[in-house]
T-cell receptor
């Protein structure tokens, strides 16, 4: 099947904003998600957006959704070294049972 | 959020043997759990949905006789990789799902690294 696409790497300076992009596959997806994975740890839900929304803001995180282009982005303001991790976007493809389909993840490296 | 554990965290086995991986929901009763596998620098691939008290639902292309899933209680699901081969080497991750605020929120275990020699 089609893959959820993400760029693999992103490097930013501490204090700058980070923008991680994702192209998902299924327009019937109800929710789109962003997860964070730190080394040796499980995936942690960062935020999610309902498909009828264009934007969601949660403290330093801003999610933008372009449903027409099936494009999702995550902006992290004032990026800190502790934000260094792998970020995954995921779609539910309309599943009401919780099944998720993930991208390959973007490795974010924050330089001091 | 829910705490999910996996055991073992790392296992090395010989080709042809079977390996069992446990996923436990420590503070939440989970009727539904999910199993994923992750290859290096690849996405998490959903393998199957584990349903308490009934048969697992497998994603297309996943061999159900190869990857046996048992969800015998509300806090435990097991994945058994039968007759493992080197190509089964991967990172296996489970998750627990529950409905919260209109969406199914998932909590992930820390994963199990399987290496088949």
């Amino acid at each position: 099947g089609e893959d959820v696409e993400q760029s693999l790497f992103l490097s930013v300076r501490e204090g700058d904003s980070s923008v991680i992009n994702c192209t998902y596959t299924d327009s019937s997806s109800t929710y789109l998600y962003w997860y964070k994975q730190e080394p040796g740890a499980g995936l942690q839900l960062l935020t999610y957006i309902f498909s009828n929304m264009d934007m969601k803001q949660d403290q330093r995180l801003t999610v933008l959704l372009n449903k027409k282009d099936k494009h999702l982005s995550l902006r992290i303001a004032d990026t800190q070294t502790g934000d260094s991790a792998i970020y995954f976007c995921a779609e539910d493809r309309g599943s009401t049972l919780g099944r998720l389909y993930f991208g390959r993840g973007t490795q974010l490296t924050v330089w001091p | 959020g829910a705490v999910v554990s996996q055991h073992p965290s790392r296992v090395i086995c010989k080709s042809g043997t079977s390996v069992k991986i446990e996923c436990r929901s420590l503070d939440f009763q989970a009727t539904t759990m999910f199993w994923y596998r992750q290859f290096p620098k690849q996405s998490l691939m959903l393998m199957a949905t584990s349903n308490e008290g009934s048969k697992a639902t497998y994603e297309q292309g996943v061999e159900k006789d190869k990857f046996l899933i048992n969800h015998a209680s509300l806090t435990l699901s097991t994945l058994t990789v039968t007759s493992a081969h080197p190509e089964d080497s991967s990172f296996y991750i489970c998750s627990v799902s529950f409905l919260a605020g209109g969406t199914n929120e998932q909590f992930f275990g820390p994963g199990t690294r399987l290496t088949v020699l």
